[in-house]
């Protein structure tokens, strides 16, 4: 029996030091626990989302130094680990130096060539380019290895002889995407378990969406199922960055048998080794402690993990949030202060004379609730006065009016980029942006107003997820945080008189309807556009493709009310939402089409299809 440690560490994007004191703590551990491997994650000396860290050569050559680190202490035992592999005497198609993303294993203080060949580093054969991922900007790909060489992929990708003990482990080592092989060409799975390995072991830097760890069971259960071969995956945790984006790593160490089954799996962003026997015979693969694959709901965790980590990275805990009586700023509140005490945190309420009762009320209760200070600062008489100086000033041939529109704009700005702004300051900490990715998608906020702030935590929830959030916090605390009237009270920015909540006023988004349609715009892989929405709706099966409850017939009586609705958000949303975007603040990824740098977006004009111009007017006579 080969016992086996994995560490899932905690990896700090493009610090080898500090990753390296954790590493070598690791293998000290798993040395202590009689372990005859340790398995370390995907690029766990420098970290995986680093931007263009990988053009400084002097970067490159301090990750060298650390892999032999590494090697070194393998005195013992064998260690096996993701990091940059580079040959000085070639380049990358750009024509820095040659780069690849690789696999190291050492043992006995010596690096480990895969069987056959004459590099200590198995290279990764699976480059992905979407989404966050930019594998093909900065590394070459095995497959191209091969090329060069004259050989084939299937040459090239060779199994580890991995020394544990008295016994040779002969292993399959895959990174990351080599398992995620389903709309490749090639198999790196298939290939390695033609070459007789009885284990796969996959060295992951995988980044946390919700439902991404359930496909990858099923995906893996598939594949190992036809192979008949076991795996142990080991993931990355922290939080890493593409400048816009912020991403979990969840760890979550998995172990599944010959037959494709999860055994066993971490805890999502655990910390500490898991450790597990394997049988070479007989590839049994067994967790020593017991492992209950996780059943709970990943939203609140990532997002309280991601705060945490975000605020660490910055080096502040302190916050100050604007707080309306609404449920988005409500939600921000309860998340904060569930990572942060009380005392850390400032509410701060911002009203005019268009703010009512009833939310001035919640507001202050929600405090009370979270026990956090609370302060209340009255901006009409700011805005007042400030428009008064504006109003008729020269401008060339005319003069400055401002509109109501221009005003309400004036109040979002005042509240985030001067008074929380100054606020945050003196408290000694940040303010945040409490936007949705509703309101995002349409640029249903202000620059430089509600659209300010430190950090975006919630700008990758549909406002539908916003409440279930809300009611997430709830369970967490075990009592009502949130006080049960922001849930029920009518969402709005309450900035006039035509967003009266006391008289039913309020946000121009239908969110039963419009967080399903704007979804259908961004989060699928083949994203909807107005010539889909508008087939649908033809066909009669525009809810079902959506997957809202809403009826559109109730919401919109005509062809040509739906049409305006759909026009006037694409609209905005192709448009000047963009330039928007661009300019928010970075948020937590959740989804599978986070803003920022997964959803890649250029300012474009809003474009309608020739076959869309041709439906609307069989619809509503309108070209």
Not at 333 to 352: D, G, M, Q
Not at 368 to 397: C, H, N, W
Not at 469 to 476: A, E, K, S, T
Request: hydrophobic share 35%.
């Amino acid at each position: 029996m080969i016992k086996i440690a994995t560490a899932q560490i905690d990896v700090i994007p493009g610090n080898i030091r500090e990753n390296w004191k954790q590493i070598e703590q690791e293998i000290q551990a798993a040395k202590e626990q009689k372990a005859r491997i340790l398995l370390l994650p995907e690029m766990c000396l420098t970290g995986y989302l680093i931007g263009d860290l990988w053009d400084q050569n002097a970067f490159l050559r301090e990750c060298e130094s650390y892999n032999r680190k590494i090697a070194a202490a393998s005195r013992g035992m064998t260690i096996l680990w993701g990091s940059c592999a580079v040959d000085w005497s070639k380049t990358n198609d750009d024509g820095r130096p040659r780069k690849y993303n690789a696999a190291f294993a050492a043992s006995d203080g010596k690096f480990l060539c895969p069987s056959g060949t004459d590099r200590p580093y198995t290279i990764k054969t699976l480059l992905p380019d979407y989404r966050c991922f930019d594998d093909r900007r900065y590394f070459t790909s095995l497959i191209q290895y091969a090329a060069e060489k004259g050989t084939s992929p299937e040459q090239e990708i060779s199994p580890f002889l991995l020394p544990a003990g008295k016994e040779t482990l002969c292993a399959g080592v895959l990174l990351c995407e080599d398992s995620w092989d389903e709309n490749y060409s090639l198999s790196p799975m298939s290939i390695l378990a033609e070459k007789q390995v009885s284990l796969f072991l996959n060295l992951s830097a995988s980044p946390f969406t919700l439902g991404k760890n359930e496909k990858r069971h099923r995906m893996l259960g598939a594949s190992l199922s036809k192979l008949h071969i076991p795996m142990l995956y080991v993931n990355q945790r922290g939080l890493q960055n593409n400048g816009k984006t912020c991403y979990t790593f969840d760890g979550m160490t998995a172990a599944y048998d010959e037959e494709g089954t999860l055994r066993a799996e971490a805890q999502p962003f655990h910390e500490g080794l898991s450790f597990f026997t394997f049988d070479p015979e007989s590839r049994k693969l067994e967790s020593l402690a017991p492992m209950p694959p996780y059943t709970g709901n990943m939203l609140l965790p990532a997002l309280q993990y991601g705060v945490r980590k975000f605020l660490s990275s910055i080096h502040t805990d302190k916050v100050v949030i604007g707080v309306s009586g609404g449920i988005d700023s409500a939600v921000n509140a309860a998340l904060y202060r569930s990572v942060l005490p009380p005392e850390n945190l400032l509410l701060v309420n911002t009203p005019t004379r268009f703010n009512s009762e009833m939310t001035k009320t919640l507001a202050r209760d929600l405090a009370d609730r979270l026990g956090t200070p609370y302060v209340t600062v009255p901006i009409g008489s700011f805005i007042d006065e400030t428009a008064s100086v504006l109003e008729g000033l020269p401008a060339g041939r005319s003069t400055i009016h401002l509109t109501g529109f221009m005003k309400e704009n004036m109040q979002a700005r005042d509240r985030s980029s001067r008074i929380l702004a100054a606020l945050s300051s003196a408290f000694g900490g940040i303010f945040t942006c409490n936007a949705n990715k509703t309101e995002m998608t349409v640029g249903y906020s202000t620059l430089y107003g509600d659209l300010a702030g430190a950090l975006a935590a919630t700008a990758d929830l549909w406002k539908y997820q916003v409440y279930e959030l809300g009611r997430l916090l709830n369970d967490y605390f075990g009592k009502e945080m949130i006080p049960e009237g922001i849930f029920t009270v009518k969402p709005s920015a309450e900035l006039s008189e035509n967003q009266d909540i006391t008289k039913g006023l309020g946000d121009p988004l239908i969110y039963e309807y419009h967080d399903y349609l704007l979804k259908s715009f961004v989060e699928p892989w083949q994203r909807l556009t107005p010539e889909d929405i508008l087939s649908f709706y033809a066909e009669g099966t525009l809810e079902e493709h959506l997957g809202c409850r809403v009826k559109v017939k109730d919401v919109f009586p005509t062809a040509s009310d739906f049409i305006g609705d759909l026009e006037r958000w694409w609209n905005l949303f192709a448009g000047f939402a963009v330039a928007k975007r661009i300019q928010s603040p970075p948020l937590i990824a959740v989804s599978r089409r986070p803003f920022g740098y997964d959803l890649r977006e250029s300012q474009v004009s809003p474009y309608y299809t020739d076959r869309y111009r041709e439906l609307k007017k069989q619809l509503c006579g309108r070209s």
